[in-house]
């Protein structure tokens, strides 16, 4: 009798974990596991490790923090600098993988709009009506699904090399800044080709922006309150905003490139979704083969592991992690990170003081920084380099450190 009673409590347990959500921190939160002990006992993380692999994160970025949650427990919450559980930095390119989810969304949505999904050639007067008359007759050709995997063959920014079938063999030089300023749409829209679509990759975000288009015409919202309704509020997230701030510019639309300004436990939030194979409590809200396709290679890009706007690890490139893994990282060395085999999850928040400028986001910041970071310099790769922490290692190497940190 006892036996069967253990069975049925250890059942029980199991299904509780399963189906655990957190609740919008504004009404509890996150569980948090806080000592060693019950971190290894109950997340099966070393928390000794942990430490480690934030010592490494706050050598990456001017301000920032690491947080991790396992089996549904915040197990690691930590900051640096303007880092802090109240910030909205603006995200840079980490903001590309909310404008996938949301055409997931959209797809399953509008399935009489775009009848062949991910196949939906987009550049025509149906979906793109601002693109008429196109400026180069291949764009016709572009899907949805080359938009959001990079390779619909449009010219990445900057010195961007051009990869064809996993190597950089085409270099890219700087596009020439028009002598008519093009305005936000119509310059991402008029982005050159460098390839046929289809014909290779490069890491362009004029191509998330122009599926940012494609939604906002299929909706009549904009990108940034269609995520608010379909995710922000059914996972509670606290406030949050689009930086539409550049220079002394503000941006007519949101910016499908990036700059997601969310709170860390909401990008936890945003990732955990994604873990749960896009359910949050008894809500399908992201379509699961859509999740599913985020994490693996796609038809849509032979090129490169890029896969719907998140870099997936299928061929063991980030060596120290499972090859499920998956992630997108944001310039200033952001990082959001989902590994299903581990049933973990990971937010590296990072970032610069333009980054964390209220300005940018039009949201208030009102939490206390000691000045500790001002006036900070990159740190050293290692004792063995000058170079400093890029962007995507950064986010490669956190991946690896708290992978590394999981002991059962």
Known sequence: MKYLLSLSVLAAGVASCEDYFPKPDSAGGWRVLKDASAVRKSAGMDLRKLDQAFEYASRSSQHGGLLVVRHGWLVYERYYGRGHREANPASASVGKAYVSIASGILLSEKKADLPDGLDTKVFNEKYLPQAMPLDDPAKGDITLGQLLSMSAG??????????????????LTPIPRSATPLGQDLSAIRTPLWTKPGGGYSYASSSPHVASIVLRNLTGMELHDYLDARVGKLLGWGPWAWARRRRDTQLPHTPGGGDIALRATDHLRFAYLLLKNGRWEKRQIVPVDYVEMCGKPTKWNAHAPMSLM??????????????????????????????????LVIYKMAGDDS?????????????????SRDGWKPQPRSQFSDGPIGTDDGVRRILEMVAAAVID
Not at 362 to 368: I, W
């Open 154 to 171: 449009l010219h990445g920014e900057g010195s961007n090399p051009g990869f064809v079938n996993g190597l950089p063999t085409v270099k």
């Open 310 to 343: 998140f870099e997936n690890n299928a061929d063991g490139h980030v060596v120290g992690a499972p090859k499920d893994a998956y992630f997108k990282s944001g310039g200033g060395g952001h990082g959001v990170i989902v590994v299903p085999s581990l049933d």
């Open 355 to 371: 980054q964390y400028n209220p300005a940018r986001t039009g949201l208030k910041q009102d939490y206390p920084y000691d000045g």
